[in-house]
Structure formats: C-alpha cells, structure tokens
C-alpha cells in the first residue's frame, strides 16, 4: 500500500509541474492533445499504461 500511495505522490508532483512552471506552454499542449483524434488518444494511453507496467515489472522482478 505504501508503494501506491508513493506513485500517486509522484504522479501529483510530475503533473503539477507543467503547469508551475509553464502555464501558456501547458495550456498549449493540452489545446493540442484535444484537438487529436480519438484513436491517436487511445494509442497514446496505451503506450503509457504499457510503458508503466513495464517498468513496475522490471521494478517487482528485477
């Protein structure tokens, strides 16, 4: 429980970054992300969830 509670700390830090720090850059990124098309989203989603399952993998078995 501990280890989920630490990724959902780090998962908070890393998105609050972009906009701390660059606001207009963020707003941006986010206007262009929603103009994608709906399968684009569903690839980059899946990259990302298997990206993260891969390196928690690597992580618990490694």
């Given at each position: ?5 630490l990724?959902?700390a780090?998962l ?21 992300i ?6 684009q989203?569903?690839r ?18 490694g």
């Amino acid at each position: 429980m501990d280890a989920i509670l630490l990724g959902f700390a780090l998962l908070l830090v890393f998105e609050g970054l972009g906009p701390l720090l660059a606001p207009r850059l963020w707003q941006q990124l986010l206007a262009q992300i929603s103009q994608l098309d709906p399968q684009q989203l569903r690839r980059l989603g899946g990259c990302l969830v298997v990206s993260g399952v891969v390196i928690l993998w690597m992580k618990l078995h490694g």
